[in-house]
């Protein structure tokens, strides 16, 4: 293992206690330069299937409810299958019967894809829709629609930032008219969300990322964020993450984002010793 610099994992626990050892900023890992991301979301879904199997089944309720409710937000039709099939007896029948480990997984990715259909209807269009996203810089036209997102995007990540819609829309004007760019990610005349980049900052800075909220946990993050990297020419950016912000930071470290700092800000006032200290988002 020694000579190991390349892996791809499909799954974090979040409870283990290992579990830091699978992220790159990881002082171990680090040292090491070992290149370590997650990968295939299949496999991930596999295993948490059976993982939701064997929770339930060694742990009381609370217990089991309380690590599942974890898996959810990432897997929500794997947790959702391994309950079923945990109901079921599906995986300790597999067992009876002497099913091998890639009947049963062929089975598992079956009923995964039955699923999906029934929680995305349309889902096996989403695919030819993901191919037609494409990329349009925002103009000033477009100002007010990236206010309206960028309050949404305010909201979502619980900032602090009190400003209105008209007051974002102003904010943005003059970021256009700087070192900003704005970009629309557009499918057919549907747009399913925006990004900022300052192009005053080494390397680019990705200050806001949003994706329209009945537009989530479809790919369109994902496939928007690659295009904008083809977009920008680069393959570096730097992006910010509120510290209680724990589902945007899996979404950016499933990725490939690292850690590298922690901003802090002083404020009188606020917490036991007049000031916490906390990351903030631009």
């Given at each position: 293992?020694s000579?190991?610099?390349t892996?791809?994992y499909?799954a974090s626990?979040?409870?283990?206690?290992?579990?830091?050892?699978?992220?790159?900023?990881?002082?171990?890992?680090r040292?090491?330069?070992?290149d370590?991301?997650q990968?295939e979301?299949?496999?991930?879904?596999?295993?948490r299937?059976?993982r939701?199997?064997?929770?339930?089944g060694?742990l009381?309720?609370?217990?089991?409810?309380?690590?599942l409710?974890?898996?959810?937000?990432?897997y929500?039709r794997?947790?959702?299958?391994?309950?079923?099939?945990?109901?079921?007896?599906?995986?300790?029948?597999a067992?009876?019967?002497?099913?091998?480990?890639?009947?049963?997984?062929?089975?598992?990715?079956?009923a995964?894809?039955?699923?999906r259909?029934v929680i995305f209807?349309?889902?096996?269009?989403?695919?030819?829709e993901?191919?037609?996203?494409?990329i349009?810089?925002?103009?000033?036209?477009?100002?007010?629609?990236l206010?309206?997102?960028?309050?949404?995007?305010i909201?979502?990540?619980?900032?602090?930032?009190?400003?209105n819609?008209?007051?974002?829309?102003?904010?943005?004007?003059?970021?256009?008219?700087?070192?900003?760019?704005?970009?629309?990610?557009?499918a057919g005349?549907?747009?399913?969300g925006y990004?900022?980049?300052?192009h005053?900052?080494h390397?680019?800075y990705?200050?806001?990322?949003?994706?329209?909220r009945?537009?989530?946990?479809?790919g369109w993050?994902r496939?928007?964020?690659?295009l904008?990297?083809?977009e920008?020419?680069?393959?570096?950016?730097?992006?910010?993450?509120?510290v209680?912000?724990?589902?945007?930071r899996?979404?950016?470290?499933?990725l490939?984002f690292?850690?590298?700092?922690?901003?802090?800000?002083?404020?009188p006032?606020?917490?036991?010793?007049?000031?916490?200290?906390?990351e903030?988002?631009?």
């Amino acid at each position: 293992m020694s000579g190991v610099r390349t892996i791809r994992y499909a799954a974090s626990d979040p409870i283990a206690g290992g579990a830091g050892l699978n992220r790159p900023d990881n002082p171990f890992i680090r040292e090491r330069n070992i290149d370590i991301r997650q990968a295939e979301y299949r496999l991930g879904e596999i295993q948490r299937v059976i993982r939701t199997d064997h929770v339930l089944g060694a742990l009381d309720p609370v217990k089991a409810g309380r690590i599942l409710s974890r898996d959810q937000e990432e897997y929500p039709r794997a947790v959702e299958l391994g309950r079923q099939w945990h109901a079921s007896g599906r995986l300790r029948d597999a067992a009876r019967r002497g099913l091998s480990f890639a009947a049963v997984v062929d089975e598992m990715a079956e009923a995964l894809d039955r699923q999906r259909q029934v929680i995305f209807p349309g889902e096996e269009n989403r695919t030819d829709e993901l191919h037609q996203l494409r990329i349009v810089q925002a103009a000033d036209e477009h100002i007010e629609l990236l206010a309206e997102m960028n309050k949404q995007l305010i909201e979502d990540e619980q900032h602090d930032n009190p400003m209105n819609v008209a007051q974002l829309a102003e904010r943005m004007r003059g970021f256009l008219s700087g070192t900003y760019s704005a970009w629309l990610f557009v499918a057919g005349d549907d747009v399913k969300g925006y990004a900022l980049v300052d192009h005053g900052r080494h390397p680019l800075y990705l200050r806001q990322f949003f994706i329209c909220r009945h537009c989530r946990r479809q790919g369109w993050g994902r496939k928007g964020f690659r295009l904008l990297l083809q977009e920008l020419g680069t393959d570096t950016i730097d992006i910010d993450v509120l510290v209680w912000n724990m589902r945007g930071r899996r979404f950016w470290e499933s990725l490939g984002f690292a850690g590298r700092s922690i901003r802090m800000r002083y404020e009188p006032g606020r917490g036991p010793n007049d000031g916490d200290a906390a990351e903030r988002g631009g």
